[in-house]
């Protein structure tokens, strides 16, 4: 039992609930939660959504928290790749089907292959999309051994699309509809609550062709309505109409990693997938042990030697690999805040009302590609597992921990308010390893992604039980915690939870 001095709810909460007699209980296993209002403590409010009945209660049957539906719903996904140029691509497509049961795959559309000038034609390759699908379809009853949500091959391969082979500004309008546009309009028309997260490994020619037919069949009004079902990550501007897009298509959740203009294009957030930080985790031998010898058919696809100077062994980049990492529930962070940081990388927003590349310290190092190298021991270790689930029986294989946080048991980031000068118990009773595994434990103040910038005291950081102290100058300011929940297998794999405090 843990007594919260403070109020503590989800980020998505059904309930709100206030008082200094607030107790979090964990239930047997990992889902039932509680929560107990002892005498003095009172309601606050509510959000809009209801507790759905049948919901989970809490210690002699008091209403309790219950899992939040949006937790449990696979984020809807596209992809716009320039497959059949630098093999990058390849290899997070590759990767991206070992995580295929956290998305809701939608979209898988070749658009102009490599980058400008890049080919001596104009040219999509769809083909090499479906020959991984298929490759994936081989190992497909293995890796379900390990997980519930693998879609099937012939799923994916109806989701792959053709692209427009010619890129740029002057192949939007009128006349330039291609299988790709249409499928884009197609799958953001679907009745469904969640918005589609539209990730763009190459050009956007085939994305503003999608917008632009929204809007010249259905007027402003049908076009808002349109790009609010949208959240577009973009690796680079490669067709360079991003500007361009942006005035004609406003309003658009629009997150591009791209260096400064006048730095070095290698310097972007989403470099930091292979430079920065522990580069022995993309070398030839890891990629070799871990992902491409004696992982069955899809490792084997995996692409040995990638184009862009300076990598350093010149092996693994996934230059695009961030985009659907910035989307996949890990329980960092929150799609809907760019500013919050995760393995896609960290955003902060511009007068122009997008989301453009932030610096992260990690050490001595501050930099935008520390954004996303600095949990690279942490997601290399994820994929090592997932390959794993290819050929290995689930008792040989390794499988995340369930890490739990005040009691609560899904991915939601949870927020407490609480005063300065307070403290704010933190608790990881109840996580669990689906393996038996040893759990460790390690809570840290995310420093960039709150807007406090003092130093702040976290008690027992290391242990399952924590307290962060309010520093008394707060006032105002958020504050994010993270626990990391790694459990002793191999490879060891660590989940996460974040914590946001809010000081009133």
Known sequence: MLDLPYRFHRRSPFVIAEGWHMRVAAGAGILAIGVLLWPGARCVGALARPLPAGGETGMDGAPGLASTGPAAARPRLIVLTDIGGDPDDQQSLIRLMA?????????????ASGTPGELRRAITQPQLIREIVEAYGKVLPNLRQHAEGYPSAEDLLARVKSGNPQRGWDHVGDGHDTEGS???VQVADRPDPHPVSVTIWGGQTDL??????VKADRGEAGYRDFARRLRIYDIGDQDRIVERIWKEFPGLFYILGQAARGKDRREAVYRGMYLGGDESLTSREWVNTH??????PLGALYPMKTWTAPNPHSTLKEGDTPSWFYFLPTGLGDPAHPEWGGWGGRFQSTPEGVYRDAQDTVGTVTHARASVWRWRPHFQSHFQARMDWCMKSRAEANHAPIAVCNGDATRNALEAVAAPGSWVKLTAAGSSDPDGHKLSYRWWVYKEAGTYRGEVKLVTPDAAESALAVPGDAAGKEIHVILEVTDDGAPPLTSYRRVVVKVP
């Open 99 to 111: 995580f295929a049961n956290e998305f809701e795959i939608e979209g898988l559309i070749a658009s």
């Open 182 to 184: 249409r499928w884009i």
């Open 208 to 213: 503003a062709q999608a917008l632009w037919r």
């Open 291 to 296: 992902v491409r010898e004696g992982h069955g």
